[in-house]
């Protein structure tokens, strides 16, 4: 017989609830205030920085004995979670500094980790540098390289879609090292933003997520020290592949953050709306539209907690759960904010309202990390390869 205590798993432990209780009055108090101005100048969140770094959210990831928090993968989501609840644009720094350093907690010498993780602990922003302009989803195709001389590598190339571009301080960036080899010649190396050779090009002019900047980089001879390799040459895209099992679960997280505040709005707005001389929330067709709402929501936490667990616990074989948790609720918070905007009316379809931001902020996480189309390309042959 099955007792009560094997169903524990299924309930997240009191410091998770206590971390949500504190982040989310964090960004209710700091960050929500100047979420819409953030859309509307497309301006960074300086505020949202200051905020999450004063209070140690900013790079929770980060090992304690780097100086962070050492904060475990589901806990990690719950921040990004949070976050995004009020402004998605924000989530991207404990996101993305994850993203950006993930491949040095998995690969990199005890050395370049002291170099740079204290660093990003203590509020330095770190970015990730693998996509370019004709290697985005086929990413092995990548013309960027890298070659030893004496005691450097010198990077000559460019990489695109760089979230935080230009407010990092850290780039985790792939480039070809051995031109014949295919994704076996593949290297990771970390640039510094004062590097020289390094440039940061023009942002790019986007639908959503605007106070988070997205650049490209340049690498005209740039040349850093030998030892900011991120372990053997040739195993960059192992790297780059480990790392992406363990972020996908973020933009997940994200992805439920928005979707949640766009269904928190909608839910008030409904109970507050009359027309017929009765508030818009008693009639049937609404009350389904919410109820299919929080039901995909709800399934949406539960992939990113699992996948997100799973990869805390070191399992093999994360790739199928950690595509399916970002496909999956990316999926829903598109689906989600276009119905919160629905459910407002007209004037959902306004900047008044901040359910036309999250519709366009949702957009993204269908497509950065992976579009969803090359995840269900991801998923199916994990599956055949079992």
């Not at 928090?69 to 993305?96: F, H, K, N, T, Y």
């Amino acid at each position: 017989m099955t007792t009560r205590h094997d169903f524990d798993v299924f309930e997240l432990p009191d410091e998770h609830h206590e971390l949500r209780c504190a982040i989310r009055a964090l960004a209710e108090r700091e960050i929500a205030p100047h979420a819409a101005d953030v859309d509307e100048a497309a301006r960074f969140p300086t505020e949202a920085l200051d905020a999450l770094t004063s209070s140690g959210f900013n790079a929770v990831h980060v090992p304690d004995g780097y100086g962070g928090q050492g904060a475990d993968s589901v806990a990690v989501c719950i921040v990004i979670e949070e976050v995004a609840r009020v402004c998605a644009s924000s989530s991207l720094i404990p996101a993305v500094n994850k993203l950006g350093t993930m491949g040095l907690i998995l690969s990199g010498s005890e050395e370049l980790k002291r170099q740079v993780l204290p660093s990003v602990a203590d509020g330095a922003m770190a970015s990730y540098a693998l996509s370019e302009r004709e290697a985005g989803s086929d990413a092995a195709a990548m013309k960027t390289r890298a070659r030893a001389d004496g005691n450097h590598w010198v990077l000559n190339g460019s990489k695109c879609w760089i979230t935080n571009g230009g407010k990092s301080t850290w780039y985790t960036v792939m480039a070809v090292t051995d031109p014949g080899a295919g994704p076996r010649g593949i290297s990771a190396f970390i640039v510094h933003k004062d590097d020289p050779g390094f440039t940061v090009g023009p942002l790019e002019k986007k639908l959503g997520i605007k106070g988070s900047p997205t650049a490209e980089l340049y690498f005209e001879e740039c040349t850093i020290p030998v030892d900011r390799i991120i372990g053997e040459p040739g195993t960059g895209f192992q790297t780059a592949l480990r790392t992406l099992d363990h972020t996908r679960p973020t933009i997940g997280a994200q992805a439920v953050g928005i979707a949640q505040g766009s269904l928190d709005f909608a839910l008030s707005y409904v109970q507050e709306r009359r027309q017929f001389g009765r508030p818009i929330s008693s009639f049937q067709a609404v009350e389904f539209m919410l109820a299919e709402m929080a039901m995909r929501i709800e399934a949406a936490r539960l992939m990113v907690y699992t996948a997100a667990a799973r990869a805390e616990r070191g399992e093999k074989n994360l790739t199928f759960t950690a595509a399916a948790a970002k496909c999956f609720a990316s999926d829903v918070a598109m689906q989600v904010t276009t119905d919160a905007v629905q459910l407002v009316g007209g004037a959902g379809y306004t900047r008044d309202f901040p359910v036309e931001r999250m519709m366009r902020d949702a957009k993204i996480t269908q497509i950065y990390e992976g579009t969803n189309q090359i995840l269900r390309v991801v998923m199916a042959r994990s599956l055949l390869a079992r």
